[in-house]
């Protein structure tokens, strides 16, 4: 069965400081995964999207890592701000059924 | 804003009813995405259209259906409702080009109060 786990499952962290949110999953056969990010109570919002090819991918403060050998990936946020309080999804697709499978998120909150 | 519009944003119903979302993809999007969102539980997955067609399916119940007109919006039926059916019910589109990364881009949600 295809699945997607996350850690942590919240986060809390100062203003200014950097964290790590991982991800690892034992969907088969693997086409990509994308980070989302998914503000309360609103659709999520494409940060990154990776292929079996590419180890990292960059968006501003944002910088996911893929290893395709371990199945895992991590979201690394720089210098957090306030706003990036919200709730992190990680989501893979298969080839196969080309069903998505979506983690549970991280909920991370930034205090000031 | 995504480009995505769902309507209603809200809707309160009782059990045993049926209702209908309906989904506007973005202009251009062929490829429309349902997923349900329970109260603090992750995004799954329900049912995939590309131009009109079922592509893929994620954990839909018997009760729900879907389908994707020609003018590529959608709407998402869901019958014989249940307390356990109140969620956030997401619709999302993309492109879907062969070998490309297609975003899904997602629409505000509707919200669903089953009383």
């Known amino acids: 069965k295809n699945q997607v786990e996350q850690s942590p499952q919240s986060l809390i962290i100062l203003e200014g400081k950097n964290c790590t949110l991982q991800?690892?999953?034992?969907?088969?056969?693997?086409?990509?995964l994308r980070w989302y990010k998914q503000d309360t109570g609103r659709g999520p919002v494409s940060l990154t999207i990776?292929?079996?090819?590419?180890n990292t991918k960059s968006n501003g403060r944002y910088t996911a890592t893929l290893d395709a050998d371990t199945k895992q990936s991590s979201l690394h946020i720089t210098a957090s701000q306030l706003s990036d309080s919200a709730s992190y999804i990680c989501?893979?697709?298969?080839?196969?059924?080309?069903?998505?499978?979506f983690g549970s998120g991280t909920r991370l909150q930034v205090q000031p | 804003d995504s480009g995505v519009t769902q309507t209603p944003k809200h809707l309160i119903t009782a059990t045993g009813q049926r209702v209908t979302l309906r989904c506007s993809p973005r202009?251009?999007?062929?490829?429309v995405y349902w997923y349900q969102q329970s109260l603090d539980q992750g995004l799954q997955f329900l049912i995939q259209y590309y131009n009109g067609e079922e592509r893929a399916k994620g954990n839909i119940l018997e009760r729900f259906s879907a389908q994707q007109f020609p003018d590529l919006h959608s709407e998402l039926n869901l019958s014989s409702l249940e307390l356990g059916d109140s969620a956030l019910y997401f619709c999302a589109s993309s492109v879907e080009v062969a070998g490309a990364h297609n975003e899904q881009f997602f629409g505000p949600g509707t919200r669903l109060t089953v009383l």
């Open positions: 202009s251009g999007d062929l490829s």
């Open positions: 989501v893979v697709r298969d080839t196969g059924r080309r069903a998505l499978t």
């Open positions: 990776m292929t079996f090819s590419e």
């Open positions: 991800c690892n999953y034992t969907v088969s056969p693997f086409s990509n």
